[in-house]
């Protein structure tokens, strides 16, 4: 899903000269909440992965993302769960601070944006009779950033959803559409390479 958005993300960036030379980066959130933990709320840090957007191949940049977030989970997964506190609160600090204090844009934001992959229910789900043919999420957006892509599974279905600025990202549909060929592009170079 990383080398989709990431795909996506290069050909939208290109189509309006604005590509940069340095890959763009994406902020993970984790959950941190342990298998025992029955609370409600959100209990989430962040990894930060590369996304290589620098890198035409798809499949060089599929094995580039591959080798970042594997990095990133390992060590992550490798702290005590102090430490992982400890991190989470390091990590949100300035922009909890941002946020609070009014003072957001200031600084730039730690990453480029947000991708999330949220496990929804895997079985059909049904309001008073009516069966809940899809779901798709709706993110927020930190100040600093103009996009957050996130995915919800449902029922065997992966629905994703692009929640973006709209002054700062010019038909910010397309990608949408970009993601979908990325899809269709990987399919493709895996199925021929036998991978």
């Given at each position: ?57 798809p ?30 609160s ?12 009014g003072?957001?844009g ?16 895997d ?20 100040h ?32 949408s ?19």
């Open positions: 899903f990383l080398c989709m958005c990431a795909g996506a993300l290069r050909r939208y960036l290109e189509e309006l000269g604005v590509l940069p030379d340095e890959p763009l980066t994406a902020g993970l959130p984790v959950s941190v909440r342990a298998n025992d933990d029955v609370g409600s709320g959100n209990a989430i840090s962040f990894i930060i992965a590369n996304l290589h957007t620098h890198i035409a191949d499949l060089e940049r599929l094995a580039a993302i591959r080798k970042s977030t594997q990095l990133a989970k390992q060590r992550f997964q490798n702290l005590p769960r102090e430490a992982i506190n400890s991190y989470t390091l990590f949100m600090a300035p922009f909890m601070l941002q946020l609070l204090s003072l957001g200031l600084t730039r934001p730690m990453f480029n944006i947000t991708i999330s992959n949220v496990p929804g229910p079985t059909i789900r049904y309001f008073n009779g009516a069966k809940m043919e899809q779901m798709y999420p709706v993110s927020l957006l930190a600093g950033q103009a996009l957050n892509i996130t995915v919800v599974s449902y029922a065997g279905q992966f629905n994703v959803g692009y929640t973006g600025c709209r002054d700062t990202l010019p038909h910010v549909q397309r990608l559409v970009y993601t979908g060929e990325a899809l269709e592009e990987l399919e493709s170079l895996l199925g021929a390479s036998g991978d």
